[in-house]
């Protein structure tokens, strides 16, 4: 069957446009017992598993009459697994495979990774990966579990599956899906030998291998530009780079997900975003060796620089005294805790340099533009400085990606992006961004996202003014407001907590923390930034503390309520009515402005009153779907009230104003 999708460019520049934001075991060490390594034999081998898996079992298609179908449900073949399977010896004995196995998304939606201890071999001459992978999976549906569906690349083949010690027969099929490059997956089915019970956990050893060449295929199946495709889907195997993204670009480790295609919503984007919330806390160690042929060595191509899940990896490289023989280098990560992330995994030849407090790993091309990143992370140094301490948590890592026009990806302090000559103020802004993340390492995404998204745009207030500062904000208020609730009732929207969309663990945060300097002062949210502990972390109110004991306003539950613990949806404000009296004072008035708020989150919204001699700014609690009055003495006629001065975000217009008449007449409601 041949499957084929057909959807427009325009659908293609929204995945686009979120990778360049995206711009972002139980034993007690190592595996000891080797993956398999990779040899010719091993190709033959997958070669023949990859014939073996299976039927589409889940595909998008185009019928005679151009509409779109969706297909599902059929049976799958089985697959053997290694020679040792038993589903492989009855398979040469003549017996009959194990029966089909349909995977339901329930099922796929119980299985959450809690561990991982992997042994990783590469073999970028000939792209080839070989692996071991010993992980713990836990039972978080609402059913027991039959099956256990396991997941990978389409060009990476099971080999073999031990539950609890025990080898395991198991089924396999091909998913249509758009969570890696290929726009497949390799999916294995393996049923239990007892299901396992609701919060149970069980231990699972595998075994695959396979190439991971860059592919673009599931963007150019939806019509995206070649060049464009092959800018964002970069992810490969190769002699002097290696990138594997995971989950969302190219699935190189165990997953169970499901299958969701791109031009469905943005359904792609949330099971990635789920992914990453899932395996949030989850522990990996990871043994990593590369072979590099004689060739590559002569070449320059032994790489010197490996990073796991963001975190640089030494390598211990050994030459054989024989130059016809390949050099191995090793690398390891011992005890590892995932933040909000995929398990990323990146190697390559490249020169390092030293930048403040940043190691920059460029390529030969690219030297003359290391002094110009150099400055921009020196200039922002400082402000940094001044609002998160004087001492970062970690080192920012920058490696250079291959192509000068490939998409930026970052994953906590590391950044992979073109080294390329750019402005100061497009590189300051990129490093005040970067660099935040050196300090601010939080599993949790509002934290490590949002604290990075809202110092980016304090630095453009402090480069460029604070109109410059909101307008950078505003930008995004439009997708807040649409992925926002209309009524906390329709849905249940997103709290800030356990978000999984970048409009809200990055747009929506940073608002957060904006409308926070107005209730608490740059000084008191500036010293919870200093005091927060990643390993303190432990519970959902923990920041909130941390700004209660740093400042004067001891109680912000109501606003953590309706922010970050709960998803309320945005304000609705607006100027119902303005009253304006003169006093006894001569050429002073009394300004009575009455406001309302029709959202269901609550905000503390200022009130800003002009005269053509002064202006005077109060500001008001306003609950959600309640009313308030606010009483302003200001010297001179009023002439004009100003609610909301950008800072809060709102499902329509983000500054309200009315023109004041003549003192001592109402005023009809503003408009916004």
Request: hydrophobic content about 40%; overall charge negative; some cysteine.
């Amino acid at each position: 069957m041949k499957v084929v999708w057909r959807r427009a460019v325009r659908r293609s520049c929204r995945w686009l446009a979120l990778a360049c934001v995206l711009s972002p075991a139980a034993l007690p060490a190592q595996t000891t017992t080797s993956a398999p390594t990779p040899s010719s034999q091993n190709n033959v081998e997958t070669e023949q598993n990859q014939a073996k898996k299976g039927k589409v079992i889940f595909s998008r298609s185009i019928n005679d009459d151009g509409q779109v179908v969706n297909g599902g449900g059929g049976a799958t073949e089985a697959g053997a697994g290694s020679t040792g399977t038993p589903a492989a010896k009855a398979s040469a004995a003549g017996a009959a495979l194990p029966p089909a196995i349909t995977t339901t998304d329930a099922e796929r939606s119980s299985v959450v990774y809690t561990d991982f201890d992997m042994d990783v071999r590469l073999r970028p001459s000939q792209h080839y990966l070989a692996a071991r992978a010993l992980f713990t999976v836990r039972n978080d549906g609402k059913a027991p579990l039959r099956h256990l569906p396991l997941q990978l690349s389409s060009t990476l083949a099971w080999e073999q599956i031990r539950v609890e010690r025990r080898d395991a027969a198991f089924t396999q099929a091909v998913l249509n899906s758009d969570t890696d490059h290929t726009g497949q997956l390799n999916e294995a089915t393996v049923t239990l030998p007892e299901p396992l019970a609701v919060g149970a956990s069980v231990q699972v050893d595998v075994r695959y291998s396979g190439t991971v060449e860059q592919s673009a295929r599931r963007l150019l199946a939806i019509g995206t530009p070649g060049d464009v495709a092959n800018a964002s889907d970069w992810d490969r195997i190769s002699g002097g780079f290696t990138g594997l993204r995971g989950f969302g670009n190219v699935v190189w480790y165990p997953v169970t997900a499901k299958p969701v295609i791109l031009g469905d919503g943005a359904r792609v984007f949330d099971e990635i975003g789920q992914h990453k919330l899932e395996l949030s806390g989850a522990h990996l160690r990871l043994a990593l060796t590369v072979e590099t042929t004689a060739s590559e060595v002569g070449a320059g191509l032994t790489p010197n620089i490996a990073i796991v899940d963001g975190q640089p990896v030494s390598l211990a490289t050994t030459q054989s005294s024989d130059p016809a023989l390949p050099s191995i280098a090793v690398g390891h990560v011992e005890n590892a805790t995932l933040g909000f992330e995929t398990i990323s995994l990146f190697v390559a030849s490249r020169t390092a340099h030293t930048l403040p407090n940043t190691t920059l790993w460029a390529l030969p091309e690219s030297e003359g533009n290391v002094a110009e990143w150099s400055e921009a992370a020196g200039a922002v140094m400082p402000f940094l400085r001044s609002w998160l301490g004087q001492t970062p948590r970690s080192q920012l890592t920058i490696l250079e990606l291959p192509e000068s026009n490939d998409i930026p990806f970052e994953t906590g302090a590391m950044l992979a992006t073109p080294v390329r000559a750019a402005t100061p103020e497009v590189l300051n802004n990129v490093m005040a961004h970067a660099l935040t993340h050196a300090w601010v390492l939080s599993r949790r995404a509002w934290l490590s996202e949002g604290v990075a998204h809202f110092m980016g745009t304090m630095w453009m207030e402090k480069q460029q003014g604070r109109d410059q500062a909101l307008a950078m904000l505003a930008n995004a208020r439009s997708a807040l407001a649409l992925a926002e609730p209309s009524s906390p009732g329709e849905s249940d929207g997103q709290p800030l907590l356990t978000a999984i969309s970048p409009v809200y663990y990055r747009t929506k945060a940073a608002y957060v923390f904006w409308m926070l300097r107005e209730l608490v002062t740059d000084e008191t949210l500036s010293a919870a930034f200093r005091a927060y502990d990643p390993k303190a972390d432990t519970t959902p109110d923990y920041f909130e503390h941390l700004i209660e004991q740093a400042g004067d306003r001891h109680n912000l539950q109501w606003f953590f309520n309706d922010w970050v613990y709960r998803d309320r949806g945005l304000p609705d404000l607006a100027i119902d009515s303005v009253y304006s009296t003169p006093t006894a004072m001569a050429g002073s008035y009394l300004v009575s402005v009455n406001l309302s708020n029709n959202g269901y989150a609550g905000a503390e919204v200022p009130v800003q009153v002009i005269s053509e001699v002064a202006t005077m700014t109060q500001r008001i609690v306003l609950a959600g779907r309640s009313k308030g009055t606010i009483r302003i003495l200001l010297q001179g006629t009023p002439t004009e009230v100003r609610a909301n001065d950008g800072t809060i975000p709102e499902t329509d217009a983000s500054i309200h104003s009315k023109l004041i008449g003549q003192p001592g007449t109402a005023q009809a409601p503003a408009t916004k």
